[in-house]
């Protein structure tokens, strides 16, 4: 009995193997292999991305300014300062410690007038300054200070003044009303003596000025008055300059007081070297007169 063939199997339907579906990756497969990696590609999801991204790069790429490179020229360095103070005006430039007309650019970017006649005086100046204020603006401009600087340094100044004047005066007063109370009811009565004695013996006007508008202190007045007592004889003789010094003619010794009224006329009434000089010049106004009377 022959064996049976075997049957044979129909060959399987082919299955077509399925097309991949589109990537938003795709885009970049057209670019340049080279670009595919910028960092840009990668993180644009579209092509309409990457274009707005280069787009913006283009519109600040126009207003960028270049650095010059470490070789260029004065002139180049020149022309990329002035697109920079123009592209950023509150910036301010570093002025070269070692070039004066750096630093004259420097102070005019801060306020500094051209010249010292471009400082304005504040308003409402208290005293009187206009025997200063040519030296102020001088100084003020060599040092280069903007107006409002100048006008805060002048209202300092002014302010100071006015304390120092202040306190002048309150010392004064203290002074007089110490001596009033001390001499009582002979105070008007001694001080007409002082002034009397001034005028006698040829005070230096600064005196006379003081003493005619109340401005000279109580220790002053008082000391005049010992003075007024020396000479008159109540109080303790004074020493005879003629005699303590080597002997000098009434012109000489004359000539001696006035040079003595010279000093005296550049110092404040109440420093002791113009009370020094006051008390010799009395002394030698004593001795000129004995010596026109003998």
């Known amino acids: 009995m022959s064996e ?6 129909p060959a399987p339907e082919a299955v077509p193997t399925p097309t991949p579906e589109a990537t938003p990756q795709d885009w970049r497969a057209s670019l340049p292999e080279a670009a595919q990696g910028w960092s840009e590609v990668q993180q644009a999801k579209d092509i309409n991305g ?14 960028s300014i270049s650095i010059p490179p470490e070789n260029a020229t004065q002139e180049e360095w020149q022309s990329f300062n002035a697109k920079l103070m123009d592209k950023v005006p509150d910036l301010v430039r570093k002025p070269n410690l070692e070039d ?19 400082y304005a005086l504040p308003e409402d100046v208290q005293i009187d300054i206009s025997n200063d204020i040519d030296w102020l603006r001088d100084m003020a401009h060599e040092s280069g200070l903007s107006n409002k600087q100048f006008q ?12 120092n004047i202040d306190s002048q005066e309150a010392d004064l007063n203290a002074s ?17 003596a002082v002034k009397n ?50 002997a000098l ?7 001696k007081a006035n040079d003595m009224y010279q000093r005296m006329m550049n110092l404040p009434t109440h420093s002791p070297e113009y009370q020094r000089l006051m008390e010799q010049r009395v002394q030698l106004m004593g001795s000129i007169s004995k010596a026109k009377n003998r």
């Open 152 to 163: 805060t340094l002048v209202n300092g100044m002014v302010q100071n003044h006015i304390k």
């Open 4 to 9: 049976a063939a075997p049957s044979q199997q």
């Open 100 to 118: 004066d007309a750096s630093f004259q650019d420097f102070y005019k970017s801060l306020g500094m007038p051209e010249d010292r006649d471009g």
């Open 249 to 255: 003619d009434p012109y000489e010794m004359e000539a």
């Open 176 to 192: 007089q009303s110490a001596l009033r109370n001390e001499w009582g009811f002979a105070f008007d009565e001694r001080n007409q």
């Open 197 to 246: 004695f001034a005028e006698m013996t040829g005070a230096p006007e600064q005196l006379m000025e003081a003493i005619n508008t109340g401005k000279l202190s109580g220790d002053v007045v008082k000391w005049m008055h010992g003075v007024v007592k020396q000479v008159s004889g109540e109080g303790k003789p004074l020493p005879d300059m003629h005699n303590a010094q080597p």
């Open 50 to 63: 990457l274009m707005d991204y280069y787009g913006h790069m283009r519109t600040r790429m126009g207003r």
